[in-house]
């Protein structure tokens, strides 16, 4: 039976004191605990839907501004069970051979680890690594079975290769996804799509994706922004699991959109002035949508842009001794600045926005 909407991912991981007043618990700690109690049978599942959409509602929760929290671990067991997981899967594959037999073999043995360590015991970071160990020891299985001549694939040529990665991993994000429902198998499943569709494209003319990279990878990216905008649009206060669904399918649309757009800007060698510019504008553009959407993934991807075209500026200027130390120095002061001031800007910007579009993205923390 499925879930009420509340139910964050990997509910009831958190370890919460008794002592700790319900109205201080953030609201995925208070559907953590009320998931916990419902298992248990002390209240229904009804009354506690309608507790938890009343607490959450009453405890002012833009008061604390989220700030993009990512629940890897709730403890050191979780980086304990993950280094077994690595160690066994890895003596696993070797002792089975890097063939077909030892990618299946990986692929039998992740799926049998998740049924423990995500079915029964909710661990997030073990769960991450064993979906994403599953996929891509099922599209490995797959190439061998279907392309045995994997390492003479070149990734351009438009041949069946891509597609039978991109199905596989289609199929086995999906499989995984109804099993167990981590939140990054979405974002597995989005590269598999996306991989087909280059994969198709190059059958068609593989020239479009040499010559206008743009032209592919902005609009797929584009289109995983969107899916990811979906989930966060329908949990604006970002308690349930589809605000970590979103989070992961960001993550894959941001490089897709941005370096896309700025690899034509780059040439081998130079970066001329306007080209700088452009990426510098690029970056205050992302940073509007990514402080409106509350999402940072956009910066991160386009951060190494920023520090090349910074080092541009500074050479033009006559600052050449510590170009690269100044360039760095920088990127990492502009981050530093954007994480500080981050609410207060995008309580700015809101203000400035139209109502249609604030009531389409998480509100604007109050003022502390």
Not at 270 to 288: G, Q
Request: net charge neutral; hydrophobic share 55%.
């Amino acid at each position: 039976m499925m879930k009420a909407s509340w139910v964050p991912a990997f509910a009831g991981m958190t370890d919460l004191k008794r002592d700790e007043p319900m109205t201080d618990f953030s609201p995925r700690e208070i559907v953590s605990q009320l998931e916990a109690a419902v298992a248990k049978g002390v209240i229904e599942r009804n009354a506690a839907d309608n507790l938890a959409e009343f607490l959450i509602q009453n405890r002012d929760a833009v008061s604390e501004p989220d700030e993009e929290r990512l629940r890897l671990i709730t403890g050191f067991n979780d980086i304990f069970v993950t280094i077994g997981i690595a160690l066994f899967l890895g003596a696993l594959n070797y002792l089975l051979g890097f063939g077909l037999q030892g990618s299946l073999g990986v692929a039998i043995a992740s799926w049998g680890l998740a049924e423990v360590f995500t079915k029964r015991k909710r661990m997030a970071l073990p769960s991450i690594v064993l979906l994403v160990i599953f996929v891509l020891s099922s599209t490995t299985s797959a190439m061998h079975f279907f392309a045995p001549d994997l390492l003479d694939w070149d990734p351009y040529d438009g041949s069946l290769h891509g597609l039978t990665l991109g199905f596989a991993a289609i199929a086995a994000s999906a499989l995984h996804w109804f099993r167990f429902h981590v939140p990054i198998t979405i974002a597995a499943f989005a590269a598999g799509l996306v991989l087909t569709a280059i994969t198709l494209i190059a059958m068609y003319n593989e020239n479009i994706i040499l010559n206008y990279p743009v032209a592919v990878f902005a609009p797929l990216g584009i289109a995983v922004f969107l899916a990811a905008m979906k989930f966060d649009m329908s949990d604006r206060n970002r308690v349930t699991q589809r605000t970590d669904i979103a989070f992961w399918l960001h993550l894959l649309a941001a490089p897709l959109i941005v370096h896309s757009i700025v690899r034509p800007l780059l040439t081998d060698t130079t970066v001329d002035m306007a080209s700088a510019v452009a990426i510098v504008s690029l970056f205050a553009v992302l940073s509007l949508v990514a402080l409106t959407v509350d999402r940072r993934a956009l910066l991160v991807s386009s951060l190494l842009y920023l520090g090349y075209a910074s080092s541009k500026f500074l050479s033009w200027s006559g600052v050449a001794s510590e170009n690269a130390g100044l360039s760095i120095l920088i990127v990492g002061g502009t981050v530093l600045v954007l994480s500080v001031a981050w609410q207060p800007l995008r309580r700015i910007i809101l203000q400035i926005l139209p109502a249609v579009i604030r009531d389409l993205v998480p509100p604007a923390a109050k003022p502390i």
